[in-house]
T-cell receptor, first 110, second 115 residues
Framework: GQQVMQIPQYQHVQEGEDFTTYCNSSTTLSNIQWYKQRPGGHPVFLIQLVKSGEVKKQKRLTFQFGEAKKNSSLHITATQTTDVGTYFCAAGSSGDKLTFGTGTRLAVRP | GAVVSQHPSWVICKSGTSVKIECRSLDFQATTMFWYRQFPKQSLMLMATSNEGSKATYEQGVEKDKFLINHASLTLSTLTVTSAHPEDSSFYIC???????????FGEGSRLTVL
């Protein structure tokens, strides 16, 4: 079946430093979504990327979809303590079914 | 955004009993809902796709007789963990899509502890 890997598994940064998580799929994707899950909470949708090479920005967050539509990245500029949580990519192949990545847990030192 | 409500948030039960978890879409109709299971510090594992008015589609390795799913209306899906055992203890989360954007809206999750 489809596998979606994320690296790193865990990252601990100083507040103000940048952070990037990478998402890689074993198959070509129709779309990719990103979610954030705070500790003890449920996943919350951040964004969806559909086009090859697409780049989208949300304030300090930059999302990119690879040219081959098999990988994606999320970059956070100047992290804040509110960015703490686990970031999941979710790969869409057909229909509404998504395969979630392994997740990257972000910790931020104030 | 759309709201999905899940109940109960926490449940503790004895081994051998059954537990029902409800997932409701509060302000939209969801023909499809998804049930996930999440172990501590791990990813979401899709258990099954719940389709309104028809049988659920289970992922490989998920026992359909163990995890009963019913999607009787466009706003409600239920997951029943039958004859629960300690290894069934986990965080169960449902999600639904409006079918417009593809975005998944998640319930708050239900933490099941089986003693």
């Amino acid at each position: 079946g489809q596998q979606v890997m994320q690296i790193p598994q865990y990252q601990h940064v100083q507040e103000g430093e940048d952070f990037t998580t990478y998402c890689n799929s074993s198959t070509t994707l129709s779309n990719i979504q990103w979610y954030k899950q705070r500790p003890g909470g449920h996943p919350v949708f951040l964004i969806q990327l559909v086009k090859s090479g697409e780049v989208k920005k949300q304030k300090r967050l930059t999302f990119q979809f690879g040219e081959a539509k098999k990988n994606s990245s999320l970059h956070i500029t100047a992290t804040q303590t509110t960015d703490v949580g686990t970031y999941f990519c979710a790969a869409g192949s057909s229909g509404d079914k998504l395969t979630f990545g392994t997740g990257t847990r972000l910790a931020v030192r104030p | 955004g759309a709201v999905v409500s899940q109940h109960p948030s926490w449940v503790i039960c004895k081994s051998g009993t059954s537990v029902k978890i409800e997932c409701r879409s509060l302000d939209f109709q969801a023909t499809t809902m998804f049930w996930y299971r999440q172990f501590p510090k791990q990813s979401l594992m899709l258990m099954a796709t719940s389709n309104e008015g028809s049988k659920a589609t289970y992922e490989q390795g998920v026992e359909k007789d163990k995890f009963l799913i019913n999607h009787a209306s466009l706003t409600l899906s239920t997951l029943t963990v039958t004859s629960a055992h300690p290894e069934d203890s986990s965080f169960y989360i449902c999600s639904a899509t409006t079918g417009v954007t593809g975005e998944l809206f998640f319930g708050e999750g239900s933490r099941l502890t089986v003693l």
